[in-house]
């Protein structure tokens, strides 16, 4: 079992930046793959990037490549969504989430674990 927090949401205006984190506790945080969802009100769930637990690769959305970097602490058990020049349609909850899968991480139903969510709200 693993539990995930996220934290570091909030309101934002556009063009501005937030820092996500995710902690996580359980079982053994660096053989997971940790991936970001989010959802805006009214739309489904959608991916936004996710990171490998061997090589720390980062995968990302069309929509936040360039202005969005996810990382990872394995000593701390917490990965981070950096999030620059936001836009309005950034506008979501954020979720955090774990899989042990070794393909298909832009996929949300294959991940094992989620936390609980945090409200980002950019303004125009």
């Known amino acids: 079992q693993v539990q995930l927090v996220e934290s570091g949401g909030g309101l934002v205006q556009d063009g501005g930046s937030l820092r996500l984190s995710c902690a996580a506790s359980?079982?053994?945080?660096?053989?997971?793959?940790m991936g970001w969802f989010r959802q805006a009100p009214g739309k489904e769930r959608e991916f936004v990037a996710a990171i490998t637990w061997s090589a720390g690769r980062p995968y990302y959305a069309d929509s936040v490549k360039g202005r969005f970097t996810i990382s990872r602490d394995n000593a701390k058990g917490t990965v981070y969504l950096q999030m620059n020049s936001l836009k309005s349609e950034d506008t979501a909850v954020y979720y955090c989430?774990?899989?042990?899968?070794?393909?298909?991480?832009?996929?949300?139903?294959?991940?094992?674990?989620w936390g609980q969510g945090t409200q980002v709200t950019v303004s125009s």
């Open positions: 989430a774990a899989t042990s899968r070794t393909t298909g991480w832009s996929y949300g139903p294959g991940y094992d674990y």
């Open positions: 359980g079982r053994t945080f660096s053989s997971y793959t």
